[in-house]
């Protein structure tokens, strides 16, 4: 295993980022409510925040926030996004951390940023794991190189993209780990095989590497197959985004979590991770500006 230095600097550059969650770009990015009309869903979703789901009132907070779906509102965005806050909901909490760190909606404290960062990291939130990982990679200690690798780790496990092709190319390379192809060529055929095509130039490298090796024949016949794979999506964005609100509102209906009906049955205040049930989470990439990249992982 080998210390950082400046190659890793570059991989860690290479990675796709959505942009700050700044008063200035968020306006500029790709909003999903504009070909079709989001309203109803949306005030779905303020009627299960208003019964304690923190992921509810995260998706409205930046509804709020971006003017996307809702006429923009920022007091209205905060109330909603320290809800979700005060629940320790693992999205609520990084969003406000991620507004705190860049200034967006809310004055700049880049302190109060680092603690929220640190509660949505020890809340298992993937984005989280994976924005602290970046961090520590850009330092020349050991140890933080180690503890940004078992970030990365925790957040690949819950199938983050962006985590999953950094580790990939920190494996590949031997950066911070001990180098290991067949796991780097794992984590790129994964993201290559969901769709993600920045991973096939990757996994292009490792199956070269891994055939000069003469080694692992039959996993480097797999790894080509996979490059030639064509994922075809054909579901227009603007329609999938909103069937994604839609599900979120189901998912969370179907919990039964957030029922006002319901008389000491319920926990409320509960998201729909923290029950045990049935049930997926939304995961934000490392900085999420708009309802679509809270929706999409910014992917």
């Known amino acids: 295993m080998r210390l950082l230095s400046i ?7 290479s990675i796709s980022i959505s942009l700050p969650a700044t ?3 968020a306006g500029n990015n790709e909003q999903i409510c504009t070909e079709t009309d989001c309203t109803k869903e949306l005030r779905k979703l303020m009627r299960l925040a208003r019964a304690g789901s923190g992921d ?3 998706i409205v907070a930046m509804s709020y926030a971006t003017g996307d779906g809702l006429e923009q509102n920022t007091s209205q965005a905060l109330r909603y996004l320290r809800q979700g806050v ?5 999205m609520s909490v990084y969003l406000m951390s991620d ?4 200034g967006f909606v809310i004055e700049q404290d880049i302190a109060e940023a680092d603690r929220l960062l640190e509660q949505a990291i020890s809340l298992n939130y993937a984005p989280a794991q994976y924005a602290k990982a970046v961090t520590l990679l850009q330092t020349e200690d050991p140890t933080q190189i180690e503890q940004a690798v078992v970030l990365l780790e925790q957040a690949s496990e819950q199938k983050l993209a962006t985590s999953m092709l950094l580790l990939g190319q920190l494996k590949q390379h031997g950066i911070g780990t001990e180098k290991d192809l067949v796991a780097a060529a794992e984590l790129f055929k994964r993201l290559v ?5 920045q991973a096939k130039p990757y996994l292009a490298e490792v199956s070269a590497e891994l055939a000069a090796s003469n080694e692992h024949a039959e996993l480097v016949k797999d790894l080509q197959q996979v490059e030639n794979i064509e994922v075809i999506r054909v579901t227009g964005q603007q329609i999938q985004m909103n069937n994604m609100l839609a599900g979120l509102v189901k998912r969370l209906n ?22 045990g049930s049935n049930c997926a989470s939304i995961k934000p990439d490392s900085s999420s500006s708009s309802i679509n990249q809270v929706l999409s992982g910014g992917q």
């Open 254 to 275: 179907s919990s039964g979590l957030y029922d006002s009906r319901s008389v000491g049955s319920r926990i409320r205040g509960v998201s729909c991770e923290q029950s």
């Open 99 to 102: 507004w705190l760190r860049n």
């Open 23 to 25: 008063a200035q770009n």
């Open 56 to 58: 509810a009132a995260a």
């Open 7 to 13: 190659s890793a600097l570059i991989l860690v550059s």
């Open 193 to 197: 095989l969901t769709g993600q095509t």
């Open 86 to 90: 005060r629940q320790r909901n693992p």
